[in-house]
């Protein structure tokens, strides 16, 4: 197998959960060997499903399995002096520790980034935790879902008359672990330049709130306070998702999609138009004014939705994209396992373990030519006790 | 403080989103990088959403979302369409560490500018494509706009209320997702290249960077052929969890109680020794299943408290809760504003902006912040073509006569046009609810006044 980027590293990670799993899963894809100390009854996701049949098992939790593919698992007791000394010999040995569990205070246990620079000059010390560890909400607990509160994305999901709306599948944990693996990236380089490690101070909360697109610079450059408006951007419409005859479709017309004054040449029919098999649309005033559409997008709405409703999803986006249109699908997961391009690039991989058996994983997030990032199975709890016993 | 990336040139030819936030965070690192636009097709943020709304005379160079996106950066236009304009880009790239790009996939091939190429210019090169859909399979031509990756991610099927239809996020939040994993991926090609001097190409899909959000759907299909349902703001690892509105105007708190410690927590900040006495919300399964009662009593009990209020009164107690921000909340937020996540950046044509970080992480040895004001186009042509590929002054002025590089973009119709075209309907956005309210006095209220 070729070398990873960066398989001359050693992590140790404390972390559970999601977050700090997801950085050290990136580490562990690249290369890295990452040593995941867990607590004697392991990390706390192990707990969390789903699992098969629904019934609890510390070595089949497939959020567990997700995250933890690639890492070496060694149960320690921080709080005995047996493996406080196993944890010290493990870091001495370490390029990156990161930690941040959501419980642990690591000043308790004597083992804050103060307490080791002077032994471990040379480590990279990552913390990933709520709110970060300075600041006035430094001691408050979080979670994705506090993150996304505190992102503005949250108060811009949703329909109008209700409740702000997160997003799915936790991406405030997601994006907090690539905050923390980048900066432990950026942390390592400026070692090789300078020699010294330092403190990666990560929050879920900024790690999220550095995804917001647009809605703190609108208030910045403007004073306009953004409101979620069935989750609709300000500048044009329509780029939703819609229901069609089988599912649903993201119409997004693009730049080639209605006339534009200027660009589109005489005589010319519009993408949208084309779709549609109607030429006469480019004369309609919804078609003709980018502004009458954001503003009258109930009767956009009612111009296409009787198209799409006697159209299959794969249709409308195969037709749409031959015409220049970025229309996409609204895949389930099942959709995404079966889907012909990720299938012919391979993304999805089988991956055997021994108690959970063969189950189909999510692949490495990106490409590489020379050292092509992989994912192999997750440990058991304690599985490489062995390996490191003092 | 010297930044860790500093020596490192990156010829950055991304754009939007995506792209532009994977070099913003390499620049805010130390990097010197170098936008490329095209005098014929200026990169579309500069088209959208524009300081005050008020279409003046250089909207181009008032662009909130270009401007944030691009702080820091170095930038010339050069026209890659004529050969003497793809030269001089394969001149730069022979004095550069990294190259990014975010076109579909074919531009590049066609321009001969794909990594087969580039590599024998810099034999060493890091090459970064970030794509929709990635460089090969059946949809790799297809054209992509961020808000068409997060549902095709899978994640827009994970969103949305109980029982409704799926949703997208209120903005494109994939688009930076993959920008940020870019950002990280060109680190660790830069790690494997201070080891062996070896480059490489990195292939970036939007679709595939986004998948793993999606694992534990994922799991539970590859294990029980189940598809999850929508659930709100729940949560299968916490009850009760959800989003309450607050008194005011739309304010709102999220809560989340994670285990019955939370829950005893809760019940004694709020008062209600009677719900900690209830023995159907005694575990997580009785609180899962009484969820809508509990959303009944939460309601009731938070209506009337302000939300920042709430929100201390309840972390102090320890319980995991959060005021639900709009833009102008996170700004002025006081614990963002002591961890300094809005920088104050001086923008010609704008004045001094706060500006958003795109990497959240906090250095003991430097500040991963804004390293400057984003460029106006085509700023730096003369100092990056004269400067660091010695073209002499009369050939830049050939140059621009024969339109290979400007600092004009090439305008379809007049400008006042473009301008009011470019105005968005924020009267109609006011009634209808997609804007809340314009401060006029915002300037003063974030203390730039």
Redesign the interface.
Known sequence: MAEGSLSDLRIVDLTQGIAGPYCTKLFSSLGAEVIKVEPPDGDVSRKFGPFPDDEPDPEKSGLFLHLNTGKKSVTLDLKADAGRSLLEKLLAEADVLVEGDGQTSMAELGLAHDDLKGDLPNLVYVSVTAFGCTGPYKDYRGNSLTAMAMSTIMYNTGDPDREPLTTGGTPADYIAGIHAWIGALAALAYRAEHGNGQHVDVSLAEAAACADEYNAGMYAFQGAIRRRYYSRHVFGYPMDIMSCKDGYVVVVPGAAGFPQRGLTQDGAVSSMALLMEDPELDQHPLFQSGQERMIRWKEVNELIQPFLDTKEAKDIVEFAQALRMPFAPVPTVKDLVEDEHLQARGYFQEIDHPEAGELTYAGPPFRMTETPPSISRAPTLGEHNGEFDA | M?????GVRVMDLTQV?AGPACTR?LAD?GADVIRMESPNRLD?TRN??????DGQDVPWERA??F??RNAGKREIVVDLAQERGREILRDIVAQSDVVAESFTPRVMRAFELD?GHLKQVKPDIIMISLS???Q?????D????????E???????????KDG?????????T???SG??????V??????K??TG????????E???A??????????????Q???T?I??R????AP?????CAGD?N???I?I?SDEDWAAFCDATGHSDWAADDRFSSLEGRQQHHDRLDELISGWIKTQDHYQAFHHL?KA??????????????L????K??G??DIVDQPH?GK??????????????E?SAAGPAPTLGQHNQEVLGGLLGISDEELKELEEQRVITTEPAL??PGP?VSA?LK???D??LE????????????QQ?GLE
């Open positions: 010297p930044k860790p990336l500093e989103f965070i690192l579309i959208l959403i524009h300081t005050d709304n909130l979302y401007t944030i990594y929709g859909y990635g090969d399979g059946p949809y790799s297809w054209s992509a706009y961020g808000m068409g990756l549902p095709s991610s899978g994640v827009s099927q994970l969103t949305g209320y239809p799926p949703m997208r996020s209120g903005l494109s939040f688009d930076p997702y940020f994993l870019g950002a990280g991926a680190l660790a090609a830069l790690h494997y201070r080891r070896k480059g490489q190409y990195i292939d970036l899909s679709q595939e960077a998948v793993p959000m999606t694992g534990a759907a994922l799991m539970d299909y590859a294990m029980n189940r598809l999850p929508r709100g703001d949560s299968p690892w916490a969890q959800g989003c309450y509105r739309d709102w708190i999220v989340s994670e972390q320890g319980v995991i809760a959060a005021p639900v921000l709009s833009g102008k909340g996170a700004l937020d006081p614990h963002f002591e961890r996540q809005y704008n902006r706060l500006v958003g970080r795109h990497l959240a992480a906090k250095f003991d040895e430097f991963a379809p119709v046009i075209a968005l309907p924020y109609a956005f209808n609810g997609t804007l809340q309210a314009i401060d006029d006095d915002y300037l974030l």
